[in-house]
């Protein structure tokens, strides 16, 4: 999964990048422009607990890569050009919102107001999408002047659902799309098509289970399905810095009960419909992410292609049936290892063990 960070300048979207990566220090910039990319292990207990069990030579966990683009000192037209070249090939967004007042960081706008701020960058994306679908309608409307042609007579009425979406200030993704419609779009790399989990930026003091901030930030939009999580970039980066016990010890003082990056990976797969499957062995135990509810071959064609084009059958054990078995052959004899063809849709926590030919 490939997560892009992106807020207004002040919003602290470093600060979170470096609380879900567990970095201080800037990584490689491609060319001084990309900006700082790193890819993180998915923590799934789940994955620790086979890795006991089969003592493999190799570990493979889910990895989400997340990129801070490098666009600073730039406002405004500029601001969100970079943004679309580098968002591109993101499959969500995080778009991180300032709601915390820090007189050392000085808000550009010279006061702190979440809603604003996510509106404002929110409008931008709208804008800059509304015109790279214009500029592509106003060519295939010239072509199909000339000739007719059903695929692009095609794409041309969905860019003007897109046109309409857009105009109304509302985002590509709320739109109800077909998968190639979806496939045919991703191709322009509309920023308001792709998920986007807003993160709200806050300081230790705010820190409250009941996240009453959240709570008003979401009722000042009147948008009840918007993905909101809080995150406090600050002290969540300062942690995140220390040994694995003495940062979850740290954490559960100041009332977080899970790190930011665990917070994140439960939102966002939701938010984005994933779950994971593990496939087990001496050689290596693994976790996959895929889409939930996908059939069997196509999340074997995750491994590898030519496990989906020659599925045969898929032999299923539910991770918690694998463990109260205490291993594979007493959960074949229990009845709990299950024989699936092509139509099984993959379940989380399923462990697969894929027959194929080719």
């Known amino acids: ?9 002040a919003s602290g979207k470093t600060t979170v990048f470096q609380a879900l990566t567990s970095t201080d220090s800037p990584g490689a910039r491609s060319g001084g422009h990309k900006g700082d990319t790193r890819i993180v292990s998915v923590p799934d207990v789940r994955l620790d607990t086979l890795t006991t069990m089969y003592h493999p030579r190799k570990r493979t966990p889910a990895t989400i890569e997340f990129v801070d683009p490098f666009v ?7 601001f969100v050009e970079s943004l679309v070249s580098l968002m591109r090939d993101a499959d969500a967004l995080a778009h991180v919102v300032r709601a915390f007042e820090d007189p050392a960081v000085p808000h550009p706008s010279g006061r702190v107001d979440a809603v604003r701020d996510f509106r404002a960058l929110n409008t931008e994306l709208l804008l800059a999408d509304l015109g790279v679908v214009e500029k592509r309608s106003e060519r295939l409307g010239k072509d199909l002047k000339k000739m007719r042609n059903a695929e692009l007579e095609g794409e041309y009425a969905l860019l003007q659902r897109c046109q309409e979406a857009l105009e109304a200030e509302r985002p590509v993704r709320s739109l109800t799309l077909t998968e190639a419609e979806q496939k045919r779009l991703r191709g322009f790399g509309l920023l308001s098509s792709k998920a986007q989990l807003v993160v709200l930026n806050l300081d230790e003091a705010q820190i409250d289970p009941a996240e009453p901030a959240v709570a008003a930030f979401r009722e000042q939009l009147h948008d009840p399905g918007l993905e909101v999580m809080p995150l406090y970039g600050k002290i969540e980066s ?10 979850q010890s740290f954490l559960e003082d100041i009332g977080l009960p899970q790190s930011g990056l665990d917070r994140f990976i439960r939102t966002s797969y939701s938010l984005l419909g994933l779950c994971s499957f593990f496939t087990t062995g001496e050689d290596e135990v693994r976790a996959w992410t895929i889409p939930r509810g996908i059939a069997a071959p196509q999340a074997a064609g995750i491994i590898h292609s030519d496990l989906e084009r020659g599925f045969i059958r898929a032999e299923v054990i539910h991770y918690d049936d694998l463990i109260s078995s205490g ?5 074949r004899e229990a009845g709990k290892l299950r024989i699936e063809g092509k139509s099984y849709r993959v379940q989380d926590g399923d462990v697969l063990l894929i027959r194929f030919n080719v």
Not at 1 to 9: A, C, F, K, T
Not at 327 to 331: P, T
């Open 238 to 247: 300062e942690i995140a810095q220390l040994p694995p016990e003495e940062a």
């Open 72 to 78: 600073a000192g730039q406002q405004g037209t500029r």
């Open 1 to 9: 999964m490939h997560v892009g960070i992106i807020g207004l300048p």
């Open 327 to 331: 291993s594979l052959a007493k959960g």
